[in-house]
């Protein structure tokens, strides 16, 4: 059993920076690998990023943030943050994170099967 907190979510202009961070509970978070997703208004939740379990060496991202947003692990500490730079009004969304005990990274949010409630992100123009 996995149980994920999000913070650090909030408004900020194009153009700025924000960081996310996920706290996990539980002894096994270093086997899981963990993803990020955003759901915006209207939209489905589409995937943003992840990171594979253990040392974290792999990450993989959507088209839309890649350069943009960076995904990282702290396996001590129990927590994965999701650094984004240059941001788009077009990334207003809540953001997710979600854990899955799976071999390898994927962007189907049905392989993972611990979320997050979930952290606002709002971009102004």
């Known amino acids: 059993q996995v149980q994920l907190v999000e913070s650090g979510g909030g408004l900020v202009q194009a153009g700025g920076s924000l960081r996310l961070s996920c706290a996990a509970s539980g002894r096994t978070f270093s086997w899981h690998v963990m993803g990020w997703f955003r759901q915006a208004p209207g939209k489905e939740r589409e995937f943003v990023g992840a990171?594979?379990?253990?040392?974290?060496?792999?990450?993989d991202y959507a088209d839309s943030v890649k350069g943009r947003f960076t995904i990282s692990r702290d396996n001590a500490k129990n927590t994965v943050g999701l650094q984004m730079n240059s941001l788009k009004p077009e990334d207003t969304a809540v953001y997710y994170c979600a854990a899955g005990l799976i071999a390898a990274i994927t962007n189907d949010p049905m392989k993972y099967a611990y979320w997050g409630q979930g952290t606002q992100v709002t971009v102004s123009s």
């Open positions: 990171i594979s379990s253990w040392s974290g060496g792999t990450t």
